[in-house]
């Protein structure tokens, strides 16, 4: 009889044999897309999800208040007839409001859940969200599952018109000293979901956000090295197809870094005096651009060392094979006075199907 007992503890001692397991048929569980997370009242945070998502029933908007992040997740199934599973969860929006108090805590909480996927898109949301899927959901069938493949777009194709970053990445520029977090904006208004820019992040926290131009030149720098359109309405031009060479050097005092940038691409378009078919027309048309990305990217960066953050991980040029690192006070230090020096050389494709073809 003891050699039966000792059987039976064994079986449920081997992993996989416990006698409570957690288990659903397909019909009791509904995957979740997304969580919306923003300010609630007394120092508690409000949570959103759209319910059923990629099931031919009609959509609702569940919304809560709680003290924590996966209290949030049990109250759900409690309102809820299907229980819900985080295995899906593909994107994570986080309110502006929320974002500049600091994420720390949200992104432990995400990171150290099994269920949820490193490749999980972050995203900072300014206005309502909540009120915008819930009107919207019952005009876009599955707009929760189109928002998702929107970002999923944009970081597969790689085009550089918006900044895209999952968990796993904002996780790695968190924890190095040598970089910061950014994360992208998108603003709500009525019915419109838009990209607005790119948030930077000292440690955890949301401190500025930089559009349109300074955007741009920040997919230049650092996103993706490529840019479909760069309109430069100054210079009456649009160019486009950019590809960028950045190269950064920091003198040995870490008291001037240059940046050198090399772009490829063509005129889209212009609409400015000079004759570009025209060839010293043409390189003078070249050389106020370049003088125009330089000042405005000077701006930029010079916008970041007075931040004292680095998203463009300028610290890591600091790192050799045959020195200590130095730390990262020492760098923040360093970055907080340098000066700044960039060099733009820009090369444009031929012209095609012009006069002169032909």
């Known amino acids: 009889m003891l050699f039966v007992w000792g059987i039976f503890v064994s079986l449920v001692m081997i992993p996989g044999c416990a006698p409570f397991v957690e288990n659903n048929t397909i019909e009791d569980i509904a995957p979740v897309t997304f969580w919306s997370i923003s300010k609630g009242e007394k120092r508690k945070i409000k949570m959103s999800t759209l319910v059923p998502p990629l099931v ?31 295995g899906q969860l593909r994107y994570f ?57 929107m970002l999923r777009h944009y970081e597969r194709k790689r085009q550089g018109e918006m900044t895209i970053v999952n968990l796993h990445e904002y996780k790695n520029m968190l924890f190095s000293p040598f970089s910061d977090p950014v994360l992208p904006v998108f603003k709500v208004a009525k019915d419109n979901f838009t990209y607005e820019g ?48 950045v190269n950064v050097d920091l003198d040995k005092n870490l008291s001037l870094v240059t940046i050198n940038v090399k772009l490829n691409g063509r005129i889209e378009e212009y609409q400015g005096n000079k004759n570009i078919l025209n060839g010293n027309e043409l390189m003078q048309l070249q050389k106020e651009i370049e003088t125009e990305l330089e000042m405005k990217t000077t701006d930029l960066i010079k916008k970041m060392r007075d ?15 045959f020195s200590k690192p130095i730390s990262e006070k020492v760098w923040l230090a360093a970055w907080g006075k340098m000066k700044i020096k960039v060099n733009y050389q820009l090369y444009f494709e031929a012209l095609q199907n012009t006069k002169n073809n032909y």
């Open 93 to 149: 929006l986080i309110h502006e409001e929320l974002a500049k108090q600091g994420i720390i805590q949200l992104i432990n909480t995400l990171l150290t859940d099994y269920d949820i996927s490193q490749r999980m898109y972050l995203v900072i949301v300014k206005g309502n969200f909540d009120e915008y899927i819930n009107r919207q959901a019952k005009k876009q069938e599955y707009l929760d599952y189109y928002l998702y493949r």
């Open 307 to 321: 931040l004292k953050v680095d998203p463009l991980q300028i610290g890591t040029h600091t790192l050799s094979p």
């Open 56 to 86: 031919n029933e009609p959509k609702s908007l569940l919304t809560l208040e709680v003290d924590l992040l996966k209290q949030g997740g049990k109250d759900f199934n409690l309102r809820y007839y299907r229980e819900l599973k985080v």
């Open 198 to 245: 790119t948030a930077f992040f000292s440690n955890d926290k949301l401190i500025e956000t930089v559009t349109s131009t300074e955007d741009q030149i920040f997919q230049l720098l650092d996103n993706d090295h490529y840019l479909k359109f760069f309109p430069i309405p100054k210079l009456d031009v649009v160019i486009g197809r950019l590809r960028s060479r």
